[in-house]
């Protein structure tokens, strides 16, 4: 039978509204492969059932002296046989091939939702939680849509043995069809206690291992400074509370697998037993004494699945609900109004307005390099096509500075949105997300470099002006390149075929600076602002970059969060904010001589930066100001820490 | 159906992996270590298993009562079973948790000298290496060990047992009926071998593209603002879908195999039955066997099924395991420096003569380098990136040994003193600002595990960290790291010079150490590292001018040389390459 390809081009829209609901919506996007799986699953236990009966009449054929039944019975055996091997076969590809498509369905949903989501995401869950659904519940997802059908084939088989048995041996049957469902439910007991050991065992597994890959992770500080013993010590004790659990676990398990081995003995015993005398009156013959034994003692094989089911079921159902919980989540940062809709908002009822929007957003993106930009909180304004530095004492203030720039911030719970940030005009907290992205590119203080080759690093939606080339070389990335090369031995020699590891481990802070730059400026956008690029490059190299960067992004609105004189005299304008407003502007050197608090931030004293420097209490411990920095005495080797 | 390619290889290996004679031997080692549990285990199932064997021997007896006397006894019988089918359950459930008991026992012995293992490693080993590769494997390694250690090996083991005794039983019933039994098990070796050349690896391959897509979806996740500020939101999801059908390809490739092998082990099992029925019954025909026994042979013939799925379905996770245990045990490989014990510093002067390094054959990046740090100055390194200073600045702690020349502190040498008492003397202050999971005062005490609360608080104090310290919510009892009460990047840099204050070594390197941290916030953390560099030797690897301004003495490192080597008026006046980019910094700053 073939399957289905996978994975499916689109997931589809899932039904979020329950746990269950959402359980239900995946088998009823699989409901052939479900059906067939019945289908195999129940002509597998259907031979399995009959080969007692060809062997009691290969035993009885014996007992009679007849050769001929014998072969008769030997054949009914072989056909089983085969059936048997086809339908297992058939069974296990259909089944996996189920739990296959559930679990890359809902894979395939998580990450949209993600990508959907994007800076909203980690404010809203824990990185943990969202993989937790795609790798550990999604194995039990599988799990459950994988049994359904097997229980279903489970199911029919106990009825039907029970209906044959019934037929030919009303007592039997009678006991068979009752005997089943209380076997099944004996289990059940066991199974909270087992659940709640298991998930203690894996709770305290789970932090034993987060200590070992924690210790290890840290190891180059516990090898620097010491430690070792007493983190051996802690994780030694955490290891042998895990040894502890799991065997507690263990005595349940234990327990549980005597039940299932002595239960259905009893059973099998209790019907053997009848059945003898059934033998000894006459009624049934040898044959069938041994066909009784063998059908009651195939019948642990679907109480097993049954019992399997119950406990995936509850599983499941728990698994189910995270899923439903990650899937569910919006990004809460859209205006108060609801007249603009993103993407992925796109099938709500704003459906008008967006299309409305949407063109909206390509006019604005199109008129974007002629536009100024402009920030109502500070008061600030980027000319267009200018290099405007801004200076900054309070890293969080200008963090916020530039989420807010590029429009649709995403805001910390429990804060209200202020005044949009205006692109000619336009309000960005209005546009569509996509909009708002694609006129402004926010380069924040962390960007992440995402791992893959360097080609696909600088793989990003762009304007197609700058090539990688040419960015690469404004950033002045070529140490950064140099690393790279010698790091990935399988790329040649070739830096854009080099991998980048996860998250840009492998190099220096500076070197990830640099490749962050160079996308951000690979992209080219129409408006670009850049919070401290730089503030991990030695000052030969920053110098030689805030060259690169101005020739590159000349003509193109370009903002620069920065406190480096040697960015900041590159600039355009330079403006001085404090308190969160515009205070002074003018050029580099201008505010140099004219500006003293401006001088003040810029060559690192604080006495002068006042207030607007930072929100850290500071004792007033300072020598006296020096604005050119032999005042810097105390401090000046501690910054060159840097 | 040919494998499917392999894209991409999963994270680097950096550390040596154990080889097959060294995981034998660390086997052979844990066999003898737990002789004892193992022994028991055997014997506990192996009653279990004999007292299994009873059923189909009574059904036989009945049978053969049945056919020749017409009747007899069969209450007796039936005590027999129920008695028997008591002792199996019993012996089932002791030998499972027996063998689980012994498996915790085993698997707590890897990890724990697993980690003893890493916490040895020098220094230098794990700046090369970096630490991804030792994660993975306190992690994923560990994980699947666990599956081999905790079922594979006790399932293995009872399933022998199994197959020996049934197949003792049936020798015993009836040679004949026995032979019979087994006569599908040729072809099914065949089939197995080919199935297992084969599994091993693709499910590994597979578990790899499975946990491909997670990557992939957690980096999603954690880089959502660069996502979203690049519009790579549309990327990402291409990105997942194509990890998704290589993870698919995959399920898709093993599946198959599974689809060729599955038929032949179910065939040898109906061979089995089949040929004890249909040949047994023609023995029994010519009164070479009695139906009784054609019975108990046909029933143990169906009863051999479960082990030798059980040998067939554990026997790879045994392999994969293997993989995973010589991983673990390569770090035993790791060869420990020659250092030796009796060797003192005199005196805190470190010097390097003539030094040339390289960290790899051939290709040095520092070359003739003669360096000399007087106690109590500052020695500021500048340069452009690449040029070298962090590798001098590690050989001045002591982490890497040169190549040619000599690095010492008082006269000894360095690298041949144990990195015990190194640390003591110098440390290096970098980037790296981790904090462990654990309390606040598990942080403080790695650093000097006697002190008690009061030094703790005067470390914090000394740093300026007192103020947010005394804000969370248990004081030195609260949970911080991963998990734990989050720091800022700051906090947590303050906590890293608290510890060197307990610390308390002479000679500090630092690289880079606030570079990654906003300037902003870098300010006031200056004064929290000039009041534990005071009093101390310092070699500062500088990125900003006015760092190297204040040093005692600069020296310009280009390109693995010491190109330009005096004091700031000095290098000022001479008119070099510092005067020049000194010049352009000071001038626009």
């Known amino acids: 039978m073939p399957l289905v390809p996978l994975p499916l081009p689109d997931p589809g829209r899932p039904d979020l509204s329950s746990p269950l609901g959402f359980l239900r919506w995946l088998g009823r996007a699989q409901r052939r492969g479900q059906l067939l799986a019945t289908l195999w699953s129940t002509l597998e236990l259907g031979s399995m059932a009959a080969l007692p009966v060809a062997i009691g009449r290969g035993v009885q054929a014996v007992v009679d002296h007849d050769t001929r039944a014998l072969l008769t019975a030997g054949l009914l055996a072989l056909l089983l046989a085969v059936v048997q091997t086809t339908m297992t076969v058939l069974l296990h590809r259909q089944v996996v091939w189920n739990w296959i498509q559930a679990a890359s369905q809902v894979r395939q949903l998580v990450a949209r939702q993600a990508s959907a989501l994007g800076g909203g995401l980690s404010r809203r869950i824990a990185t943990g939680e969202i993989v937790a659904v795609s790798s550990g519940d999604v194995e039990k997802i599988g799990w459950y849509v994988e049994l359904t059908a097997r229980l279903y084939g489970a199911v029919l088989a106990w009825l039907g043995v029970s209906t044959v048995v019934l037929w030919r041996q009303p007592g039997l049957g009678l006991a068979v069809l009752l005997g089943v469902p209380v076997l099944a439910a004996a289990v059940w007991p066991l199974l909270g206690p087992f659940e709640r050991r298991y998930a203690e065992q894996r709770a305290l597994g789970g932090k034993a291992s987060e200590l070992a890959a924690d210790t290890v992770a840290g190891l180059r500080v516990l090898r620097g400074i010491g430690g070792e013993e007493l983190f051996l010590r802690r994780y030694r004790s955490a290891s042998q509370r895990v040894r502890a659990a799991a065997v507690r676990t263990a005595r349940t398990w234990a327990v549980m697998q005597a039940q299932e081995v002595l239960l259905p003995g009893l059973f099998v015993i209790g019907v053997t037993w009848y059945g003898a005398r059934l033998a000894l009156d006459g009624s049934i013959g040898v044959g069938e004494l041994i066909a009784v034994y063998g059908s009651t003692a195939f019948l642990a094989a679907p109480l097993r699945v049954i019992g399997e089911a119950a406990h995936a079921w509850s599983v499941a159902r728990v698994s189910a609900g995270r899923a439903v919980k990650v899937l569910t989540l919006t990004r809460d940062d859209a205006p108060a109004d609801g007249s603009a809709a993103d993407g992925s908002e796109a099938d709500g009822p704003a459906r008008e307005g967006a299309a409305g929007a949407a063109d909206d957003g390509a006019e604005l993106v199109r008129r974007a390099p002629r536009s100024d930009l402009h920030d109502p909180v500070s008061g600030l304004t980027a000319r267009a096509g200018r290099l405007t530095a801004v200076v900054c004492g309070d890293p969080d203030a200008a963090g916020e500075l530039a989420a807010r720039l590029g429009g649709r911030p995403v805001l910390a719970e429990g804060v209200a949105a202020g005044p949009s940030a205006r692109l000619g005009g336009v309000e960005l907290d209005g546009v569509p997300l996509a909009v708002a992205r694609a006129a402004v590119l926010v380069h924040d203080k962390e960007p992440v470099l995402l791992s893959g080759t360097l080609a696909e690093l600088l793989d990003v939606p762009r304007s197609g002006r700058v090539e990688p080339a040419e960015a690469l070389a404004a950033a002045r990335a070529q140490d950064a390149l140099e690393a790279l090369v010698d790091g990935s031995p399988e790329c040649a020699g070739d830096p854009m075929a080099a991998r980048i590891t996860e998250r840009g481990r492998s190099l220096s802070g500076g070197q990830r600076q640099r490749l962050a730059l160079a996308r951000s400026l690979v992209a080219d956008p129409p408006v670009l602002v850049l919070d401290e690029p730089t503030s991990a490059v030695d000052a030969h190299t920053e110098s030689r970059i805030a060259a690169g960067l101005r020739e590159l992004r000349a003509g193109r609105t370009t903002v620069v969060l920065a406190t480096s004189p040697l960015l900041l005299d590159q600039a355009d304008t330079v403006l001085l904010l404090q308190q969160g407003r515009v205070v002074a502007s003018g050029t580099h050197r201008e505010l140099m001589t004219d500006e003293p608090r401006y001088r003040a931030v810029v060559t690192r004293d604080e006495n002068e930066a006042g207030a607007g420097a930072g929100s850290a209490a500071r004792p007033a411990a300072r020598p006296a100001a020096d604005p050119v920095g032999s005042g810097l005495a105390g401090s000046g080797l501690a910054g060159g820490a840097e | ?589």
């Open chain 2, 1 to 589: 159906m040919k494998p499917p390619e392999i894209h991409e290889q999963g994270p680097a290996t950096t550390l040596p992996v154990g080889s097959t004679a060294a995981v034998r031997a660390y086997g052979r080692m844990l066999l003898r270590r737990h002789r004892g549990g193992l022994a028991g285990m055997v014997a506990l199932h192996g009653t279990a298993t004999v007292a299994g064997l009873v059923g189909p021997a009574v059904l036989g007896s009945l049978v053969e009562s049945l056919a020749t006397e017409g009747g007899g006894r069969v209450a007796a019988a039936i005590g027999w079973y129920l008695a028997a089918l008591v002792v199996q359950s019993v012996f089932t459930g002791l030998s499972l948790l027996r063998g689980s008991v012994l498996g915790e026992e085993v698997l707590a012995d890897l990890r724990e000298d697993f980690l003893v293992r890493s916490v040895a490693l020098p220094l230098g080993v794990l700046e090369r290496a970096g630490t991804g590769d030792l994660v993975s494997r306190g992690t994923t390694d560990i994980d699947r060990l666990a599956r081999s250690v905790r079922d594979a090996v006790p399932e293995l083991v009872v399933a022998a047992v199994s197959v020996v005794l049934v197949l003792g039983a049936l020798v015993v019933t009836s040679p004949l009926l026995a032979a019979t039994a087994v006569l599908g098990l040729p072809p099914l070796f065949f089939t197995s071998r080919w199935y297992f050349r084969r599994a091993p690896q693709s499910y590994r391959n597979e578990s790899a593209g499975y946990a491909a897509v997670n990557t992939v979806l957690a980096e999603t996740v954690d880089a959502g603002r660069t996502v979203e500020a690049l519009r790579l939101g549309e990327r990402r999801v291409e990105l997942t879908d194509r990890k998704i059908r290589e993870w698919i390809s995959w399920e898709r490739y093993t599946l198959w195999l599974r689809s060729v092998w599955f038929p032949t082990v179910d065939g040898t099992y109906a061979l089995a039955v089949l040929g004890t029925l249909v040949l047994g019954g023609l023995f029994a025909l010519h009164g070479l066997v009695s139906p009784g026994r054609l019975t108990t042979g046909v029933l143990y013939a169906q009863a051999l099924v479960h082990p030798v799925s059980r040998i067939l379905r554990w026997y790879d996770e045994l392999q994969i395991g293997q993989t995973s245990l010589a991983r673990l045990v390569g770090v035993r490989e790791v060869a420990e420096p020659e250092t030796d014990a009796a060797l003192h510093p005199e005196g805190r002067r470190v010097e390097a003569q003539q030094v040339s390094f390289g960290y790899r054959e051939g290709t040095d990046v520092l070359r003739d380098i003669t360096l000399d740090v007087e106690p109590g100055s500052r020695v500021a390194l500048v340069g452009p990136s690449g040029a070298g200073k962090s590798t001098l600045g590690r050989l001045l702690a002591g982490i890497y040994a040169p190549g040619r020349g000599r690095v010492t502190l008082g006269g000894a040498q360095l690298s041949r003193m144990p990195a015990e008492r190194v640390r003591t003397e110098v440390a290096l202050v970098n980037q790296e600002h981790h904090v462990f999971v654990g309390t606040l005062r598990d942080n403080l005490h790695l650093a000097r595990a006697e002190a008690d609360d009061t030094e703790l608080l005067a470390a914090l104090v000394a740093v300026d960290a007192a103020e947010w310290a005394d804000a969370l919510p248990d004081g030195l009892d609260t949970e911080v790291g991963s998990g734990g009460t989050a720091l800022t990047p700051a906090q947590a840099q303050q906590l890293a010079l608290a510890r060197l204050v307990l610390a308390d070594p002479h000679t500090l390197v630092l690289d880079e150490a606030t570079s990654l941290l906003d300037p902003r916030a870098a300010r006031h953390l200056e004064r929290s590292l000039s009041r534990v560099l005071a009093g101390r030797t310092v070699v500062a690897i500088a990125h900003r001018l006015h760092t190297a301004h204040d040093a005692d003495v600069i020296a310009v490192v280009e390109q693995g040389r010491i190109t330009e080597y005096g004091s700031h008026p000095d290098l000022v006046a001479s008119g070099g390459p510092y005067a020049a980019l000194w010049r352009s910094w000071r001038d626009e700053g």
